[in-house]
């Protein structure tokens, strides 16, 4: 068997090795076209250079880099090496990151309609396709018009009441305990949050609305696998139950003929642009995700700050007190959180350091030039709001947490806590009201201390004081200041 193999095989070898030049030649050739043709498709016709960065490996890229540290030093290290556009390949896809307001101006308002806002599908699947932060053109600017109507000064001022009682029952609940700052926070903002959305009413659904969405949030960034037992699946499951709830809630006051602007769900329904019910549902939904934990963290960084600055403390106890102080115990108004300038100064500085939303994403909807780069069609573009934030070209002394720096206006486009162009925050008033409200109440009428020396940041993915910062929140004495 083995003899007949060898006779059969050593002409074949023969012929092989005769033909060997010309395979390696046809084989040379076809890498060369494949290189031609992808640089081709790459450039196009304008053969524009790329920017410059490396790609790390096949398709993880250097996902790995990036998370295996903190993400904010790779920014900060890729802008050293490259300047303020760089390319790189990350999460699967090829990006591009610009780090200067010029060019974050370019991606997110003057050259805006050619990058549209991206998230990964399963994202998008479980927040809601139709939810606002997916949408350009004429639906998205409906969505923007109903959403800017319930959330504007002159439609959330009527809320500050609502606000305060919010703030004071989560302030009792933390008397005398040990708690994770960043866990209330989030219960806070999620009042606030449905008090906007829903006003008054609908007290009764509360409890199953939340329940929904803590589940529908522990599986927002698991693995996209919908198999029952699975975070994701309960996730999906809980998201349908949610839209369920609110279709229940719209149902009611339809048949109320409660279809009056009132909150966010009020404009949602009112007559002349009412939306169907899935897209009130997948936008409910969007608004309690985009308020939630984005507010939370601030909250939580201005704690930390406050914590580590006992001057800039006493200052905002201070302004806070003689505040207090005209009151003679009624409750707060909308014109007395415009007498708190340097606590909003204090939410400025805190929302520049901390940056919660480290960047943005985009994607390129066709070939884009920029600066002499190409921006090839398809690729995703991050805007990187924390190293614009941390330029010491934009801001003297940028790691030093000085709130007096915002007694004068930054420069035009360097300070983006909220976004900027038509997707920017459209919830930026309420945060900053919930804020000032929440300060009045915690600065005059209570004390927190750390427990054990816990510095650090953690990433998951807002960036954190390490473990949701644990602190012991208590009521100071009437000699320190006015109890509750
Ligand atoms: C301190 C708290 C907050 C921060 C730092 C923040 C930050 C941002 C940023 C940076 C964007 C733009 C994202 C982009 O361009 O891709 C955004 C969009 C958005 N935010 Fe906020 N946000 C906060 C609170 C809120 C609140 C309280 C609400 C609502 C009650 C809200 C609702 C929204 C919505 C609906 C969008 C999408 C707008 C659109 O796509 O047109 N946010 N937010």
């Not at 909150?263 to 642009?273: I, P, R, W």
Request: net charge positive; hydrophobic share 40%.
């Amino acid at each position: 068997m083995s003899s007949t193999c060898v006779a059969i095989v050593t002409p074949n070898a023969s012929l092989t090795i005769m033909l060997l030049p010309s395979l390696t030649l046809c084989f040379l050739f076809l890498c060369l076209i494949y290189y031609l043709l992808s640089r081709a498709f790459l450039t196009g016709s304008r053969s524009l250079p790329l920017p410059p960065g490396t790609m790390g490996w096949p398709y993880i890229g250097e996902t790995l880099q990036l998370y295996s540290n903190n993400p904010n030093s790779f920014f900060a290290l890729k802008q050293k090496r490259y300047g303020p556009i760089f390319k790189t390949h990350i999460l699967g896809c090829p990006c591009v990151m610009v780090s200067s307001p010029e060019a974050a101006r370019f991606v997110l308002v003057t050259r805006a309609h050619l990058f549209k806002p991206t998230f990964p599908a399963s994202k998008e699947r479980m927040l809601g396709p139709q939810a606002i932060f997916f949408q350009q053109g004429d639906y998205h600017a409906r969505l923007r018009r109903l959403v800017l109507r319930a959330l504007m000064p002159d439609a959330i001022r009527s809320s500050v009441a609502g606000i305060e009682a919010a703030a004071l029952r989560a302030l009792r609940s933390w008397d005398g305990r040990f708690v994770n700052t960043f866990h209330e926070m989030k219960t806070y903002a999620f009042n606030v949050a449905l008090l906007s959305i829903f006003g008054n009413d609908e007290i009764c659904y509360i409890e199953d609305l939340k329940q929904c969405y803590y589940t529908l949030e522990k599986g927002y960034n698991s693995m996209p696998v919908n198999l029952p037992g699975t975070l994701f699946y309960k996730a999906m499951k809980a998201r349908k139950q949610l839209a369920q709830i609110v279709a229940k809630i719209v149902s009611s006051r339809r048949t109320q003929w409660k279809t009056e602007a009132n909150g966010l769900l009020g404009s949602f329904m009112e007559a002349t642009e009412a939306l169907t019910d899935d897209q009130i549902a997948d936008n409910i939904i969007g608004v309690i995700f985009a308020a939630r934990d984005t507010t939370a963290s601030v909250l939580t960084w201005i704690v930390k700050y406050l914590g580590d600055n006992p001057g800039i403390l006493r200052a905002v106890t201070e302004e806070q007190e003689e505040i207090m102080r005209s009151k003679d115990g009624k409750s707060l108004t909308w014109a007395d959180t415009k007498r708190m300038p340097l606590t909003s100064r204090v939410i400025q500085e805190t929302m520049r350091v901390a940056s919660v939303l480290s960047f943005t994403f985009r994607e390129a909807v066709e070939d884009v030039e920029y600066e002499g780069y190409l921006i090839p069609k398809g690729w995703k573009v991050l805007p990187l709001f924390r190293n614009i934030h941390h330029s010491p070209d934009n801001f003297a002394d940028p790691e030093n947490f000085d709130p007096s720096r915002f007694e004068v206006a930054p420069k035009p486009n360097t300070f983006m806590p909220f976004g900027n162009g038509s997707h920017s925050c459209p919830g930026n008033e309420l945060a900053k009201l919930e804020m000032l409200v929440l300060l009045h109440h915690l600065t005059t009428k209570y004390r927190w201390s750390m427990v054990g020396c816990q510095s650090g940041i953690q990433f998951g993915p807002f960036v954190l004081p390490l473990n949701g910062l644990p602190l012991r929140f208590s009521l100071k004495s009437p000699v320190e200041g006015h109890p509750a």
